[in-house]
C-alpha cells in the first residue's frame, strides 16, 4: 500500500504570502456545520474591520454541508467573533459565525444561539469555564500516528507528558497550534502530552459565558488546520481505539463568582446536588459515542452512574484537593467527551446549577 | 506559411513572480491583415460593452477548478482509486479533505498583488476541486481579469509542481463537475425595485437558452445533468435559491426586491469574452 502525503510546501508559499495585499484585507468566515464540523470560506474585504458589526453577513450553500435541502439551500452565516490569522498575518482575520435559516431561524445546529441567552440570563453569576481538550493524530494513511504499520506500540505508561522521539509523536503540531492559539487572541492555557501515545491535551480558559464556545470551537479550527499543513489528520473522537487505550474527552472545569469567593466550597456542593439530578440530561449533551468512553475504567466514571470526589479522577465530578482546602474554587465534570459542542455543554452546566 | 500574429496590448497587470516594477500585460491578438484573430473574443465584447455601457453590467465569475498531481491522479486521492464520497469536502479543513490549499493561498496572494479583483475562496464539494471568485467587474474588465487570474493559477501552480484543469467534468461518477457561475446585475437591477429588470432580464435569455449554451463551454454536456447541483443542458428553469436550476435568484436578493441574479450554466472552461 503506498504511502499518501499532504504536507504544505512552505518555502514556496512563502513567496507568495509575503507579497503586499494592496490595502485588501482576506476574512475567513468559520462556520460549524450539520455533523460538528468545522468549514470556512474566504472573502476580500477593503477595509480594516475593527468590530464584528462591521462584518457582511453572508451565506452558503448548506445543502453541501448537511444543514439545508438541495432545492433550499442558502444559509446565512452571521458575524460573532474575530479573531487574528495566524496562517495569513498581517491585517486578515477570521470570523467565527452563527448560522440561520433563511426564515431568520437558527439553523438546526446553531447552540450558540440559545447558549447566548442562557449566558445572558445568568450574567450576574460570572459563570467561568475552563475545557481541556484531548485529541488524537492520525497519519494520512489511518494509523494513529507514530504507531507501527498495522500494531501498537508499548502500553501506557511512559506517554504522559513524556519526551523524546519514541513516546512523543507529533510535538510540531502541538507547537505550532499553541503559538498559532496565542496569536490569533484564542485563551489558550497549557498544553500535555497525553496517557495514550499520539494523544495530546490542550485547555483553554478561563473564558467567561459564551467566549468559552467561541474559543473552544476555534482552537478546534486552528488545530484542525494547522495540521493540515503537516499532512496530519486530527480526531476529537472521544474512543478512536479499543481495548486497553484512554478515551479523548474535554474535561469542563467551572465555576461561579459565588464558588470563587469565601465559603464558595458551599456553593459548589450546591451545584454538584443539582446536577447529579440532571445526569441524563448533561449525557445527552456530553458528546456521541462516549459510552464507549466512559466504561468507569481508564480515568472515567461509568457512563449511567452519577458520582463525585475530592481528587477522585474516576468520578463524575471531581473537587480539586487545594479547592476542597481552601473551601473556595471550582469543580471539574470529567463526564464530557472530546467531542462535545461547547456550548451545548457549557449552557447545560449553567442551566442545571443556576435554574 | 504566414504565422506572424499581433499581439496588442490592453491591460496591465503588477507581477506577483518577479515583484519589483515588472509588469504582466494582457493582449488582444490580429492577423497580419488587421482582422481581429479567430479566437481575439476580447474584440467584439469591447463593442457590445461599449454600446450598453450605460446600463453599468457588472460581473461576477465563480470559477471552479481541479488540481491534479503529476502522474495524472486528481490531487491528494489514491493512487488508482477514489477517495469517500462527496461530504466532508465543501469548506473543509484538514489534511484529508483539503488537497493543494498551499495553491489556494498563493494564487490569491498572487491576485491581491497584482491588482486582479479577487473576491473570495473556497473548497469546493468534490476533493482536490476548488472555486475562487473575480468580480464585481464592470464590462470588459470581467473577462480580462479572469484571464488574468487564470494565468496566475496556472503559473501559481507551477511552482507547486501541480497541474490545474478546467475541465468541466473531470471524473465521471457521482463526482461534482466545475462550473464558472456567472453572476450578472445591471443598474436597473441594482436600484429599489430592481426585481423586475431581473425577471425581465430571465425572460429574455429563457428564449435563448441555445445561443447561451453554445458559448457556455465545450463538453458541459457532461456536467449539466441535472445531478450534481446542475439543471439539465436541455431545459432552461430557473428559482429563488434553488441550485438545480439554470438561473438562480439569490435569496436576499428576491427578499430585498433588487440586486443580481446568477446564470449556473456557464462551465468551468468558458472564454468570459463570449
Not at chain 2, 147 to 153: D, H, M, N
Not at chain 2, 170 to 190: L, Q, V
Amino acid at each position: 500500500m503506498s504511502s499518501i502525503t499532504n504536507t504544505s510546501n512552505t518555502q514556496t508559499l512563502q513567496k507568495y504570502i509575503s507579497l503586499d495585499q494592496g490595502g485588501k484585507v482576506q476574512a475567513e468566515y468559520i462556520w460549524i456545520d450539520g455533523d460538528s464540523g468545522l468549514r470556512s470560506k474566504t472573502t476580500t474585504l477593503d477595509f480594516k474591520p475593527t468590530d464584528v458589526s462591521e462584518l457582511k453577513e453572508w451565506n452558503f450553500d448548506g445543502s453541501s454541508t448537511n444543514q439545508a435541502p438541495g432545492d433550499n439551500s442558502d444559509v446565512l452565516l452571521k458575524p460573532v467573533a474575530i479573531f487574528k490569522d495566524p496562517f495569513r498575518g498581517g491585517d486578515n482575520i477570521l470570523v467565527l459565525n452563527e448560522c440561520y435559516n433563511n426564515d431568520g431561524t437558527p439553523n438546526r445546529t446553531n447552540y450558540r444561539y440559545s447558549c447566548a441567552k442562557v449566558m445572558k440570563a445568568y450574567a450576574d453569576a460570572k459563570p467561568w469555564f475552563g475545557i481541556e481538550q484531548e485529541y488524537t493524530l492520525f497519519d494520512m494513511n489511518g494509523s494513529v500516528l507514530g504507531w507501527p504499520i498495522g500494531g501498537f506500540p508499548g502500553p501506557q505508561g511512559p506517554y504522559y507528558c513524556s519526551i523524546g522521539a519514541n513516546v512523543a509523536f507529533g510535538r510540531d503540531v502541538v507547537e505550532a497550534h499553541y503559538r498559532a492559539c496565542l496569536y490569533a487572541g484564542i485563551n489558550i492555557s497549557g498544553v500535555n502530552a497525553e496517557v495514550m501515545p499520539g494523544q495530546w491535551e490542550f485547555q483553554v480558559g478561563p473564558c467567561e459565558g459564551i467566549d468559552m464556545g467561541d474559543h473552544l470551537w476555534v482552537a478546534r479550527y486552528l488545530l484542525q488546520r494547522v495540521a493540515e499543513d503537516f499532512g496530519i489528520v486530527v480526531s476529537f473522537h472521544p474512543k478512536p481505539i479499543k481495548g486497553d487505550w484512554n478515551g479523548a474527552g474535554c474535561h469542563t472545569n467551572y465555576s461561579t463568582k459565588a464558588m470563587r469567593e469565601e465559603g464558595g466550597i458551599k456553593a459548589i456542593h450546591d451545584a454538584i446536588d443539582k446536577m447529579a439530578a440532571r445526569h441524563m440530561e448533561h449525557i445527552a449533551v456530553y458528546g456521541e459515542d462516549n459510552d464507549q468512553r466512559l466504561t468507569g475504567k481508564h480515568e472515567t466514571g461509568h457512563i449511567s452512574q452519577f458520582s463525585y470526589g475530592v481528587a477522585n479522577r474516576g468520578a463524575s465530578i471531581r473537587i480539586p484537593r487545594h479547592v476542597a482546602a481552601e473551601g473556595k474554587g471550582y469543580l471539574e465534570d470529567r463526564r464530557p467527551a472530546s467531542n462535545i459542542d461547547a456550548y451545548r455543554v457549557t449552557q447545560v452546566i449553567v442551566e442545571s446549577s443556576l435554574a | 506559411d504566414n504565422s506572424d500574429i499581433l499581439l496588442r496590448p490592453v491591460a496591465i497587470f503588477k507581477d506577483p513572480f518577479r515583484g519589483g516594477d515588472n509588469i504582466l500585460v494582457l493582449a488582444e491578438c490580429y492577423n497580419n491583415d488587421g482582422t481581429p484573430n479567430r479566437t481575439n473574443y476580447r474584440h467584439s465584447c469591447v463593442k457590445i460593452m461599449s454600446a450598453h455601457s450605460e446600463a453599468k453590467p457588472w460581473f461576477g465569475i465563480e470559477q471552479e477548478y481541479t488540481l491534479f498531481d503529476m502522474d495524472g491522479q486528481v490531487l491528494g486521492w489514491p493512487k488508482g482509486g477514489f477517495p469517500g464520497p462527496q461530504g466532508p469536502y465543501y469548506c473543509s479543513v484538514g489534511a484529508n479533505v483539503a488537497f493543494g490549499r498551499d495553491v489556494v493561498e498563493a494564487h490569491y496572494r498572487a491576485c491581491l498583488y497584482s491588482g486582479v479583483n479577487i473576491s473570495g475562496v473556497n473548497g469546493e464539494v468534490m476533493p482536490g476541486q476548488w472555486e475562487y471568485q473575480v468580480g464585481p467587474c464592470e464590462g470588459i474588465d470581467m473577462g480580462d481579469h479572469l484571464w488574468v487570474s487564470r494565468y496566475l493559477l496556472q503559473r501559481v501552480a507551477e511552482d507547486f509542481g501541480i497541474v490545474v484543469s478546467f475541465h468541466p467534468k473531470p471524473i465521471k461518477g457521482d463526482w461534482n463537475g466545475a462550473g464558472c457561475h456567472t453572476n450578472y446585475s445591471t443598474e436597473a437591477m441594482r436600484i429599489d425595485g430592481g426585481i423586475k429588470a431581473i425577471h425581465d432580464a430571465i425572460d429574455r435569455m429563457s428564449k435563448r437558452h441555445a445561443e447561451h449554451i453554445a458559448v457556455y463551454g465545450e463538453d458541459n454536456d457532461k456536467r449539466l445533468t441535472g445531478r450534481h447541483e446542475t439543471g439539465h443542458i436541455s431545459e432552461f428553469s430557473y428559482g429563488v435559491a434553488n441550485r438545480g436550476a439554470s438561473i438562480r435568484i439569490p435569496r436576499h436578493v428576491a427578499a430585498q426586491g433588487y440586486g443580481y441574479f446568477e446564470d449556473r450554466r456557464p462551465a468551468s472552461n468558458i472564454d468570459p469574452y463570449r
